[in-house]
């Protein structure tokens, strides 16, 4: 039955039965359960099909990060509705150990303003944990119980695969975490994506022979899976990454939008000639025309200055490994096949959990990438 209000006392009352209940039977592999909370989590779900995928990664996360999660099921409507649930979430261990368990209270709502769901969120929170906000889904920051929670958490995660407007949106993810200035923290699970291609780029230039064509790179072209809706963020971090590692710098008004194509410059360190000379880094970011799952198709870079040099990261057919290719002048080129784990949603939030600061590498990029996204967003309103 839906109703207009919660008890948070009868909430916290049901928590305490539910562990002394568990403290005097035990379950029934006879194992010992205790309760064990590292952080508090608030996920927002805009919708119902959220809150399942929200729903189902919560216990895979409890077992690498005991915590409290608080789901808000946060749906439009014209009547309030809301209602709570109460449930301890405790993982599998071999017989004889301890299980470690932790609380997920479901806020199931409708037609709720966000200051009342504040309000129940809020004294439903463990003191002195850290506290992380989960808010998928698109206009993160748009939201109002967004709003009203996000100063009071030590981290906002938010993915920005999941952005309807992908340039207005990355640009104003960027203003805010420039702004927070680790307070709060933020991270975007598309860049958390991104570790593998980071990864496998930075090996070709562990090797002393490719090394000297990192600072000589002129060309790059990145293809990405295109969805239903065109989305190059995923791109626009990957360059926001090399150009903030290789201290390079947006060329002024130097971008273009040509269907779903976006070209833009960088400058660069002239190698050789002298501490004042620059270079220019052109970039091509484009849907790839075959099918590829979801994320980055394919990077290519390349050095035409001095000696000519090509390095290519791939998608494969299979799901589990990724193509490099390595090519210097004339030489015959370098391939290889590299294992790449399959990475979850499970996976990807439990990583993100981990860090306990601002993340500068993840704050650089998306600097730069949001520098890029207005003036690319500026183009596209005004060309001329």
């Known amino acids: 039955m839906s109703q207009t209000a919660i008890d948070i006392g009868a909430i916290e009352r049901e928590l305490r039965q539910m562990w002394q209940e568990q403290a005097i039977h035990p379950n029934a592999g006879g194992q010992a359960v205790i309760r064990a909370l590292t952080l508090n989590l608030i996920a927002r779900a805009p919708d119902d099909a959220w809150a399942e995928q929200i729903l189902s990664v919560a216990p895979g996360l409890t077992a690498q990060h005991p915590n409290r999660t608080v789901i808000v099921i946060d749906r439009p409507g014209t009547t309030v509705e809301v209602q709570a649930q109460v449930q301890a979430l405790c993982t599998l261990t071999n017989a004889g150990r301890t299980q470690v368990c932790g609380e997920q209270i479901t806020i199931s709502a409708r037609g709720t303003p966000a200051g009342q769901l504040a309000g129940l969120v809020l004294p439903?929170?463990?003191?002195?944990?850290?506290?992380?906000?989960?808010?998928?889904?698109?206009?993160?920051?748009?939201?109002?119980?967004?709003?009203?929670?996000?100063?009071?958490?030590?981290?906002?995660?938010?993915?920005?695969?999941?952005?309807?407007e992908p340039l207005t949106e990355l640009a104003e993810l960027a203003t805010f975490e420039q702004k927070a200035k680790g307070a709060p923290a933020v991270?975007?699970?598309?860049?958390?994506?991104?570790?593998?291609?980071?990864?496998?780029?930075?090996?070709?230039?562990?090797?002393?022979?490719?090394?000297?064509?990192?600072?000589?790179?002129?060309?790059?072209?990145?293809?990405?899976?295109?969805?239903?809706?065109?989305?190059?963020?995923?791109?626009?971090?990957?360059?926001?990454?090399?150009?903030?590692?290789?201290?390079w710098a947006p060329l002024e008004e130097a971008v273009g939008i040509e269907g779903e194509t976006i070209r833009?410059?960088?400058?660069?360190?002239?190698?050789?000639?002298?501490?004042?000379?620059?270079?220019?880094?052109?970039?091509?970011?484009?849907?790839?025309?075959?099918?590829?799952?979801?994320?980055?198709?394919?990077?290519?870079?390349?050095?035409?200055?001095?000696?000519?040099?090509?390095?290519?990261?791939?998608q494969t057919d299979d799901?589990?490994?990724?193509?490099?290719?390595?090519?210097?002048?004339?030489?015959?080129?370098?391939?290889?096949?590299?294992?790449?784990?399959?990475?979850?949603?499970?996976?990807?939030?439990?990583?993100?959990?981990?860090?306990l600061s601002r993340d500068r590498t993840f704050a650089a990029a998306l600097n730069l990438a949001g520098s890029l996204a207005r003036r690319l967003t500026s183009y596209h309103n005004d060309p001329l």
């Not at 003191?127 to 906000?133: A, E, F, I």
């Not at 090996?203 to 790179?217: E, K, V, W, Y």
Request: net charge positive; with cysteine.
């Open 319 to 355: 799901a589990g490994h990724a193509r490099t290719r390595a090519t210097v002048a004339d030489t015959p080129p370098i391939e290889r096949m590299v294992k790449v784990d399959p990475v979850t949603l499970t996976d990807l939030l439990s990583s993100e959990l981990r860090l």
């Open 264 to 314: 833009l410059y960088l400058r660069r360190p002239a190698v050789g000639v002298g501490p004042a000379a620059i270079r220019l880094v052109s970039v091509e970011i484009r849907p790839s025309l075959s099918p590829a799952r979801a994320g980055l198709a394919s990077v290519v870079l390349r050095a035409i200055d001095n000696q000519r040099a090509e390095f290519v990261v791939a």
């Open 124 to 164: 439903l929170l463990v003191p002195d944990l850290p506290v992380v906000l989960w808010a998928p889904g698109p206009q993160p920051f748009a939201q109002p119980l967004v709003q009203r929670l996000y100063r009071l958490c030590d981290r906002v995660i938010v993915d920005s695969t999941t952005f309807t």
């Open 187 to 247: 991270s975007d699970l598309g860049w958390t994506r991104l570790t593998p291609w980071r990864e496998l780029v930075a090996q070709f230039f562990d090797s002393r022979t490719f090394l000297p064509h990192l600072h000589r790179i002129d060309e790059i072209v990145i293809e990405y899976a295109a969805g239903t809706v065109v989305n190059p963020v995923a791109a626009l971090l990957f360059v926001g990454w090399l150009a903030s590692c290789l201290k």
